[in-house]
């Protein structure tokens, strides 16, 4: 595929529809995201600052918000993050995955660049490559000088400088999930799940007490339902939604609550997570990689886990 294709779609956030007669003369940056994805969250900065410094200059970026999870095809859950995340360039739902079709895409987050003329000369799948990036859009609007490199050097990894092997990412459902319990998912039904005697797998759920089990995620049923993970990693992200408006679980570390050194954004000081919508949390971040067991356990009312994602990133000495 060489030229843009139309994008297809009806629901837009932040902007009326855009035909390929609007993005004529125009470079466009398509972004393929979707807003419980920790990758796609990690490039918005990047993306942020190519929409301030070059929507004068002719730069269109669109957002094509194509869903992981059933929760993400809601609009309010999309409109909710777009302004959380302080998104004011247009965003496309793409809940059928037409647009993502049409492009023949694999990958969040991926990025599409075109030329005024319409043809998608640069791609890149993934985090990282921002320099090559912006580098390639000032091209494209004619701003390749090289006595301005300093207005698009900028640094790869702002998450972390050096990367070690993290636990890939981890999903709870039974279409993607992979449980340590000896008798396997119950799908679609409530079961009660007795721990292995087997030690923990990293990369590996297990759960016990009573849970619900559907292809995305594992509902707890039981205020003393547990479920646990072996990891590594210097991040530690869940993918959560509450049964119900708002629902809380106990973060555990090793059996402890988590301490002030390694406690994510997300978590409290007494080691809880608010759920108050369906979406991506920050349990762990640490200066260093750790590597041991995270347990979740309902505080209040009932919680849905559907993924764990990891970052072995760890900030410069």
């Not at 993290?166 to 340590?180: D, F, I, K, S, V």
Request: hydrophobic content about 35%; charged content about 30%; glycine content about 8%.
């Amino acid at each position: 595929m060489t030229k843009l294709p139309e994008i297809k779609g009806h629901v837009w956030i932040g902007s009326e529809p855009i035909t390929l007669d609007d993005l004529s003369g125009k470079v466009v940056l398509i972004d393929f995201w979707t807003y419980s994805c920790i990758n796609c969250l990690r490039t918005l900065p990047y993306l942020r600052e190519w929409h301030k410094k070059y929507k004068d200059d002719g730069l269109v970026i669109i957002g094509i918000h194509t869903p992981e999870f059933e929760f993400e095809m809601d609009p309010v859950n999309v409109e909710k993050a777009i302004k959380e995340y302080d998104i004011t360039w247009p965003v496309l739902l793409d809940n059928e995955k037409e647009n993502w079709d049409n492009f023949e895409n694999q990958y969040w987050p991926a990025k599409y660049l075109t030329d005024t003329k319409g043809d998608i000369v640069y791609t890149h799948f993934g985090e990282g490559a921002y320099a090559d990036t912006e580098r390639k859009i000032r091209e494209l609007l004619g701003m390749n000088n090289p006595d301005t490199k300093e207005d698009w050097e900028v640094n790869e990894h702002k998450h972390g400088a050096t990367c070690g092997v993290a636990t890939p990412e981890t999903y709870c459902g039974y279409m993607r999930g992979n449980l340590m319990n000896d008798l396997g998912y119950g799908e679609d039904v409530e079961e009660v799940y007795v721990k292995s005697d087997l030690p923990l797998e990293e990369g590996r759920i297990q759960l016990e007490g009573k849970f619900f089990a559907t292809e995305e995620y594992v509902e707890s049923r039981d205020p003393k339902a547990e479920l646990s993970l072996l990891c590594r990693g210097s991040e530690i992200n869940l993918v959560l939604s509450p049964v119900g408006k708002e629902s809380s679980v106990e973060i555990l570390w090793n059996g402890k609550p988590l301490t002030k050194e390694i406690r994510g954004e997300d978590v409290t000081e007494d080691s809880s997570v608010i759920i108050n919508r369906p979406g991506l949390f920050r349990i762990i971040k640490s200066k260093n990689a750790v590597e041991g067991t995270i347990t979740i356990r309902p505080g209040s009312g009932k919680f849905r886990a559907h993924a764990f994602t990891f970052s072995g990133c760890v900030d410069s000495m």
